[in-house]
């Protein structure tokens, strides 16, 4: 069992450590996964508007410098090829999409492998509210400095969205404030140090998405109801074979049929001959 440094909403340390949910924080961490996923997230976040110029886009040009040869120098077609100056650029970026998916299930295991990481770390803290009635920055930065954690990076995960934590922490660069839910990996290893609110951890792990319920079984009324309605008869569908059997017949009788009609035209023919 992992456990957590507990802090009351008015920032004083609980004598007792926060045992964290066992289903969630099992102390496995996948390194590869978070790889992945960190880099999938920063790969994201790329707009991909690079460009440089090639010939076709530069400006000027259209005649060639001077004749192929009996100049002396080197030939040349353009005066805006990429070794002129105002020249263009060879192989330069060209607008793209960097956005790179990430399955469902491996994002919410990369998720789980940092804040498990944190954990292990003692790099986690608990607490158990905020007391800020309005959003003031001077109290968010006494309540961190009681604590502590006012010179490092700062990721507080709340309870939904809490406007007043968000709102009294924006100014500050150091912190980033969130929902629990939204936090990605990413999040999560780039603060030293991540604060949870106790309402926003699973009690049971991580929330599942609802199975679809299973179909009711039918009761004996219906069952009765059923068993008294007439049968109606099948119709026989001819397989394969059947079908298969039914057109060699068909094509044996042709055949027969065109023998027989082959041996009456030639005893016509001898009858014909003989008289």
């Given at each position: 069992?992992?456990?957590?440094?507990?802090y009351s909403a008015s920032g004083e340390k609980r004598r007792k450590a926060f045992a964290?949910?066992?289903?969630?924080?099992?102390?496995?961490?996948?390194?590869?996964?978070?790889?992945?996923?960190?880099?999938?997230?920063?790969?994201?976040?790329?707009?991909?508007?690079?460009?440089?110029?090639?010939?076709?886009?530069?400006?000027?040009?259209?005649?060639?410098?001077?004749?192929?040869?009996?100049?002396?120098?080197?030939?040349?077609?353009?005066?805006?090829?990429?070794?002129?100056?105002?020249?263009?650029?060879?192989?330069?970026?060209?607008?793209?999409?960097?956005?790179t998916p990430v399955p469902r299930k491996v994002r919410s295991l990369a998720r789980r492998?940092?804040?498990?990481?944190?954990?292990?770390?003692?790099?986690?803290?608990?607490?158990?509210?905020?007391?800020?009635?309005?959003?003031?920055?001077?109290?968010?930065?006494?309540?961190?400095?009681?604590?502590?954690?006012?010179?490092?990076?700062?990721?507080?995960?709340?309870?939904?969205?809490?406007?007043?934590?968000?709102?009294?922490?924006?100014?500050?660069?150091?912190?980033?404030?969130?929902?629990?839910?939204?936090?990605?990996?990413?999040?999560?290893?780039?603060?030293?140090?991540?604060?949870?609110?106790?309402?926003?951890?699973?009690?049971?792990?991580?929330?599942?998405?609802?199975?679809?319920?299973?179909?009711?079984?039918?009761?004996?009324?219906?069952?009765?109801?059923?068993?008294?309605?007439?049968?109606?008869?099948?119709?026989?569908?001819?397989?394969?074979?059947?079908?298969?059997?039914?057109g060699g017949a068909a094509t044996a009788k042709k055949k027969t049929a065109k023998k027989?009609?082959?041996?009456?035209?030639?005893?016509?023919?001898?009858?014909?001959?003989?008289?």
């Open positions: 069992m992992i456990e957590a440094p507990l964290l949910p066992v289903e969630y924080f099992d102390g496995q961490v996948n390194h590869a996964v978070l790889h992945q996923s960190v880099r999938a997230f920063r790969n994201n976040q790329r707009q991909g508007t690079h460009q440089t110029k090639t010939r076709s886009m530069v400006s000027g040009g259209g005649a060639k410098p001077w004749k192929q040869k009996g100049t002396g120098r080197a030939r040349q077609g353009s005066i805006r090829s990429a070794q002129w100056r105002g020249g263009a650029t060879v192989f330069g970026p060209s607008p793209r999409d960097y956005t492998s940092a804040l498990n990481a944190r954990a292990a770390e003692g790099a986690l803290t608990v607490v158990e509210g905020w007391d800020l009635a309005a959003p003031k920055t001077a109290d968010f930065v006494a309540l961190l400095d009681r604590w502590g954690a006012m010179n490092q990076k700062l990721l507080v995960l709340t309870h939904g969205m809490n406007r007043p934590v968000y709102l009294s922490a924006r100014n500050l660069p150091s912190i980033e404030v969130m929902p629990y839910n939204e936090a990605t990996a990413y999040h999560v290893l780039w603060a030293d140090t991540v604060v949870v609110e106790q309402a926003a951890l699973p009690e049971g792990g991580e929330e599942v998405e609802p199975t679809a319920e299973p179909k009711p079984k039918p009761t004996p009324a219906k069952k009765a109801k059923k068993a008294a309605r007439p049968k109606t008869a099948k119709r026989a569908t001819p397989t394969k074979t059947t079908k298969k059997r039914a027989a009609a082959k041996k009456t035209v030639a005893k016509k023919k001898k009858k014909k001959g003989t008289s």
